[in-house]
């Protein structure tokens, strides 16, 4: 029997392979919380070594963290492949089909800001579809403030966003 803790940080690298994209913290723990595998901690620790280790690569937007496998993840899976059981094969499967569009759609709004050189902040939205920009804004606001009013709000209010710059631009 493998150690458990190797097998917690192959599994994630097979979930962010067999996803074909970058999936939340959240999507991985929950993963592991759904399935009884492990507890919240023990996930988090997880992620956190194969992340030190280099074989998932974290990018962090506004309050979002998503985690891609990397090359040298994609080795050491190959590697440890046989560490992944039948069940828990199975397991991943279930997982990915039950919520791989809603965990796509999650992922593919995107929102961040940063300090503008001049004063205030920019605020980049974006959202994307396969990694290709549906639509991609910028702008320059006043205040810390305004520029987390304006993520905070993209999930949510994006397809109105979109609709309606589509159907002035469209008139």
């Avoid at 074909?20 to 988090?44: H, K, M, R, V």
């Avoid at 403030?145 to 994006?158: G, I, P």
């Amino acid at each position: 029997m493998a150690e458990p803790n190797l097998i917690y940080k192959i599994t994630i690298l097979e979930l962010l392979h067999r996803s074909g994209f970058p999936l939340s913290n959240s999507q991985i723990t929950d993963f592991f919380l759904e399935g009884n595998l492990t507890d919240y901690f023990t996930a988090q620790q997880a992620i956190s070594d194969d992340e030190d280790a280099g074989l998932i690569l974290s990018r962090t937007n506004h309050n979002n963290t998503t985690y891609a496998i990397t090359e040298e993840g994609n080795r050491t899976l190959e590697l440890f492949k046989e560490k992944i059981t039948p069940a828990l094969s199975k397991d991943i499967n279930k997982y990915l089909k039950a919520n791989s569009i809603s965990m796509k759609e999650e992922n593919s709004f995107r929102a961040t800001y940063f300090k503008a050189d001049r004063g205030g902040f920019v605020v980049q939205l974006k959202i994307t579809e396969n990694d290709t920009p549906t639509m991609d804004l910028s702008f320059h606001v006043a205040t810390k403030e305004q520029a987390e009013t304006l993520c905070n709000n993209w999930k949510v209010r994006s397809d109105d966003v979109y609709m309606a710059i589509m159907d002035i631009l469209m008139s």
